[in-house]
């Protein structure tokens, strides 16, 4: 398999010191799946190429194994693997230019993160997605994207199209960027590890991601197939970036913001908050509850006070968040009777949860302006469908109030990390919708300071399951 990676950057040459490969010399290094040679086709002040040509020994993958296919015993030995671009090329990168991928470079450092006109040409990668599934994949990273398509025989055409393809990627990033894009994209394109997957691949994931998967349109997509499809692996890797994706820009900058909790503390917004859902499920006699969304674990403390609740859990996406719950309840501290009544879970809101099942009541705070729009749909099914408690006590920004805080006005929303904040009629249609779907009846309850005009700062819903 050949990859070769292009640069005018003047001078050219300065792409020797980047990979740690003088380009006036030959090398080759073996590998416990054949051989790498790493060679410069040119080398000039105008133009310089690196090529890694990689040539696998498929008999010696083979030799001494047992579990290949023994109904196809001519498979493991005549396969795709010494032609294409796959999983083999990701390890050449992180065993031969390992300094590369860390962005060191002792000699010329300066160079590390100085952008480059960069041309990466695979001359056979699969892509089991199509051309479509390798342009989502590069084209949000600003790559210009050309692939030359194959038939699978020119002699059949109605057995259609290969699945590999001639690639060029071009874009002016640093040397680093690219060959951390090649080793996490490669082989999710290709569809198919050629080594065992382990717990630690969901690390060398997020380092190798980082700075730009947690923004990724294809996200899920590409930790699931990174993963192979490793359930447990892939939510786990989704959970962890879900946790560092910054917020989308909402035109709000950091240092002319001020933070909700500020904007809220001069109305005591937060304790009326949680003494409402306080109130709210004492009513509701629930005695078992879950807190979605649980942050730092203010509610929790306060369900903890009232003997009514049996069982009180604790549900956040943020690792951090938990462990700041942890220490505020001083929950290693607690009498056993009292430590049995609280638990902390790690999970997403975005996926189906059996521990979220079988609760009386669930409170869900200042939670659904954090999530974008289009995974609501998700949300709704986790919460209404399938964990489906007796009562769902929900509360959101009015951001209809926004008008009377002089700091953000009719146009910017609260926190930098809300994704929406909808109006009264807006949040009632789509409760509305939500109890009809899954049959919840609803009531509504203004939070705080009502304005004539403009309601309550926090607009409030009481979902309670019918039969």
């Not at 908050?273 to 969304?293: H, N, P, Y």
Request: hydrophobic share 35%; net charge neutral; proline share 5%.
């Amino acid at each position: 398999m050949l990859l070769t990676i292009s640069t005018t950057h003047r001078p050219a040459t300065d792409l020797g010191y980047l990979v740690h490969k003088n380009p006036f010399r030959c090398q080759a290094k073996k590998l416990p799946f054949g051989i790498v040679n790493i060679f410069y086709p040119e080398a000039g002040e105008e133009k310089c190429t690196l090529a890694i040509l990689l040539d696998v020994d498929t008999v010696g993958l083979v030799r001494g194994k047992r579990n290949y296919h023994r109904s196809m015993p001519i498979e493991p030995y005549v396969n795709d693997r010494p032609y294409v671009c796959s999983s083999f090329m990701s390890i050449t990168l992180s065993r031969v230019f390992g300094q590369t991928l860390n962005g060191r470079c002792k000699e010329r450092p300066e160079l590390v993160e100085t952008p480059m006109p960069l041309t990466v040409k695979i001359s056979v990668l699969p892509c089991r997605g199509g051309e479509g599934l390798l342009k989502r994949l590069f084209e949000p990273l600003g790559y210009r994207v050309d692939a030359q398509a194959y038939t699978l025989d020119e002699n059949f055409p109605e057995w259609g199209e290969s699945p590999y393809y001639t690639v060029e990627l071009s874009k002016k990033t640093s040397v680093r960027e690219l060959f951390n894009h090649l080793y996490v994209l490669i082989p999710v394109l290709d569809n198919r590890k050629h080594y065992y997957i382990d717990k630690n691949e969901i690390g060398k994931l997020l380092k190798r991601g980082e700075g730009w998967l947690s923004e990724h349109p294809e996200r899920d997509n590409i930790a699931k197939r990174y993963l192979k499809y490793l359930r447990s692996y892939a939510q786990e890797a989704i959970l962890r970036l879900m946790e560092i994706n910054p917020a989308e820009g909402n035109d709000i900058g950091v240092a002319e913001v001020q933070s909700e909790e500020k904007i809220e503390k001069s109305l005591n917004l937060n304790e009326e908050r949680l003494g409402a859902v306080l109130s709210a499920l004492r009513a509701s006699q629930a005695e078992t509850i879950v807190d979605l969304g649980c942050g730092s674990g203010k509610l929790l403390g306060l369900l903890l006070k009232e003997k009514q609740f049996k069982k009180i859990v604790g549900f956040d996406v943020s690792i951090r968040s938990l462990e700041i719950a942890h220490e505020r309840l001083h929950i290693k501290d607690l009498p056993p009777m009292q430590r049995e009544r609280m638990e902390l879970l790690h999970g997403s809101l975005m996926y189906r949860d059996k521990r979220l099942e079988g609760f009386d009541a669930a409170a869900i705070i200042e939670v659904i302006e954090h999530l974008d729009q289009p995974r609501l749909k998700a949300f709704e099914r986790v919460v209404f469908e399938f964990a489906r408690p007796g009562v769902i006590i929900m509360t959101t920004p009015n951001r209809e109030y926004n008008t009377l805080w002089e700091a953000i006005g009719p146009e910017k929303l609260r926190h930098q990390d809300h994704r929406f904040e909808w109006t009264r009629d807006e949040f009632e249609a789509w409760a509305a919708g939500i109890a009809k779907t899954y049959h919840y009846t609803t009531k509504f309850l203004p939070v705080g300071a009502v304005d004539d005009q403009l309601g309550a700062p926090t607009q409030m819903c009481i979902f309670s399951r019918g039969n």
